[in-house]
């Protein structure tokens, strides 16, 4: 079974050509910091297949290693923190699976726990066993 993290951004107007490019800048260069080759990146749908209304879509797969869990979280949600703040005008919506995750203006999009080095080390020994 796996998880994912799913962001949809809409309002009533489509991109305009700066904020095109701005979502492909920070597309490009989150896509290019990434941790992990063989895991799942931020990954934008493409707008033409999109519902009316809605001018950013995406989702990321987490990976099953326990050890990659909260990098990847982390690495995805400051993605869609930096969309979101190239896009304010939107409704954004930002969730995985069942659980909604709250927009901070501060801080972006977070979850508890997912900078603690700590949780993280116990993720990673947890690797192989049931977490």
Do not use: C, N, Q
Not at 5 to 13: E, G, H, P
Not at 43 to 50: C, E, L, Q, S, W
Not at 90 to 117: C, F, K, N, S, T
Request: proline share 8%; hydrophobic share 40%.
């Amino acid at each position: 079974m796996s998880v994912s993290l799913y962001y949809t951004a809409r309002r009533a107007t489509p991109l305009s050509g700066p904020e095109s490019a701005a979502v492909t800048r920070v597309v490009a260069a989150r896509r290019t910091s990434f941790p992990y080759e063989d895991e799942e990146s931020l990954y934008v749908y493409d707008p033409r297949a999109a519902e009316p209304g809605t001018v950013l879509d995406g989702s990321t797969k987490m990976p099953f290693d326990p050890g990659r869990v909260l990098p990847v979280i982390a690495h995805v949600l400051d993605s869609v923190t930096e969309l979101r703040r190239a896009l304010p005008d939107a409704e954004w919506h930002v969730h995985m699976d069942d659980l909604d995750i709250e927009w901070d203006e501060a801080e972006g999009y977070e979850l508890p726990g997912m900078r603690d080095a700590d949780l993280a080390a116990a993720f990673a020994e947890a690797d192989g066993e049931d977490v």
